[in-house]
DNA sequence: CGAGGATCTGACAACGTTGTCAGCCCGGGA
DNA sequence: TCCCGGGCTGACAACGTTGTCAGATCCTCG
């Protein structure tokens, strides 16, 4: 800037001005200096320009699970466009799940003073946030809620998906319902399973006896499905409480050309030319992301009203559920 | 900082001593100003550091098409990774195929002063990026090439792969090839375009009336399968030049119950789930974006040897093709 | 004709940090 | 005894930019 400002013979002030499209310039003043921008292929630093300027960096900071993770990649594209529409860059970190790094990335995206973070929590704990939060860096957590922490968060109707999809099934006349999922620690099972619970328990239909978990892959699901069906009673209907258990259920039930209901939650592409036909509790994950990245930036343009809750509807998607 | 100092005592440059790790600071003090720093939830600013030291953000810079895209997510999710290994945080910027988009946001992505640059090109004219590239900030291309800019580039094998492909197909015995690709004016399309003429000009087989373009969707491509099948000369094969492609291609097969060839370019997860049988030329998405990405801190840690170009391989899964 | 405002410009300090350098203290060798 | 070097500390300037303020010029209006 300072070898613009000698090239067109004025101060770095100018310079400045010009560079900002700040008013008060003479118009042959401004031409001279972007002629000298042109010459010497200036560009501004951004970094300086905020630090001095104490003014946004103009970025938020997004962290997720995993970004390769399809229902990650579309949070990401869908914060990515609210960004842009607030002429906002992005700057994305993986937790890996890993409680311990995802405090030490959100500190470093701090300490990078993004002006606001979006935060799909790994671990139960964001205590550690409280001081950055009180210093104005605002931060919405969506998918999961923040742990220690009044923040605004935007979550799935898990239960209330979870518990109208089994009532279906109930509807139907199952009776016994398998229910396949990961783990309890993992805050959505923990809430789908007990929508589930809510649903069987109003029927009077509750047994734990059919519930199995720590299915981490499609293959585990498969497995699981096969040893329930080889039991004395076996399950009329199953509930997969994500994608991956879905998907190693359908394999199982087609390769035995079972008549079993099949239920998953979670959508995901392509499932309308699976083998076997299943209806899913669905969801928009872009809106679940565009409203969390909407949040945030209310509260970076000055919103300091009470942290809020919002809770995105999910949607039953008939595909077929045959009768017991 | 500054307050740091007075809590503790001693001047800035010793709390910046510390909170650096740096030498020869004696540990009762180094005890006094950590323990100012806690009390007062003291966060080294980032960006002023790396303003006044002039090294390195510890940030690079993405620029692909569109995060949600599961091929983009993968190339994220690999960069990321590598990324994470060299400390090093990701700012990811969407381009949609927009040429004057993708200029702005590299520019913008430099004036953030990133330490290097990954780019899958929307545009053919990177000339732009000269003045920023001699000025020290390395920039490495990938999956398509740059235009007007010497710079690292890292490939497919497009063509070797398609030419590959088509050359099975040959081998069993087809002599009319359908081939469906979206537009030329994409340079993966041109290069796979390239690669299937090259085996069926090989065998004498050339017809570019079993070619057509402007595909952009499953429902076009069905269409147009449809369509050839339906001349008076249809083709035992087809090659779809992408995934989206495939898939309708496998929709519209399945339906009419031919038992025409089916080659795609691209793999995807499920093609195995599909209700049609068809033959990939697969690759490594993760291989091409960690290539490039270790590339790129080669060039950061200081490599300044010539432009790379490099090719990575495909692989055809055979999933079963019918003879003629 | 002078006051007051609008327009234009630049000097200077400051943002939060670190590189440079000078200075202190202390122990050990000549 | 003096000198030297290593360990430790702080004052100051600087990174590239912009906010603040003051000064200069010109126009308009009373």
Known sequence: MVDVAALAGVSVKTVSRVVNNAPYVQPEVAQRVLAAVAELGFRRNHLASSLRSGQATATIGLLIEEIANPFYATIAGAVAEVASEHDTMLLIAS????????????????????????????????????????????????????????????????????????????????????????????????????????????AGLADDRLIRYGIRDPETAARVVGELLDEPEPPSAFFALNNRISLGAVEELHRRGSA??????????????????????????????????????RRIQGDRSAPRDLLIPTVLVDRGLPRR
Chains 1, 2 share one sequence.
């Not at 964001?126 to 809620?145: C, I, N, W």
């Not at 209901?261 to 669905?282: E, Q």
Request: proline share 5%.
């Open 95 to 202: 937790s890996e799940e890993n409680p311990a790094r995802e405090q030490q990335l959100l500190r470093d995206l701090c300490a990078r003073q993004v002006d606001g973070l979006l935060v799909v929590p790994a671990g139960d704990d964001h205590a550690f946030l409280r001081s950055e939060v009180e210093r104005g860096t605002p931060a919405v957590f969506l998918d999961r809620p923040a742990g220690g922490l009044p923040a605004d968060t935007v979550l799935l109707d898990n239960r209330g998906g979870a518990r109208a999809g089994v009532r279906q099934l109930v509807e139907l006349g199952h009776r016994r319902v398998g229910i396949l999922l990961d783990s309890t620690a993992i805050y959505t099972m923990r809430e789908r399973l007990a929508g589930a619970r809510d649903a069987l328990a109003a």
């Open 260 to 297: 079993a209901a099949l239920l998953g939650f979670d959508d995901f592409d392509l499932s309308r030319l699976l083998p076997y036909p299943f209806t899913v509790v669905a969801y928009d994950t872009r809106t679940l992301a565009r409203t969390a990245a909407e949040l945030l930036f």
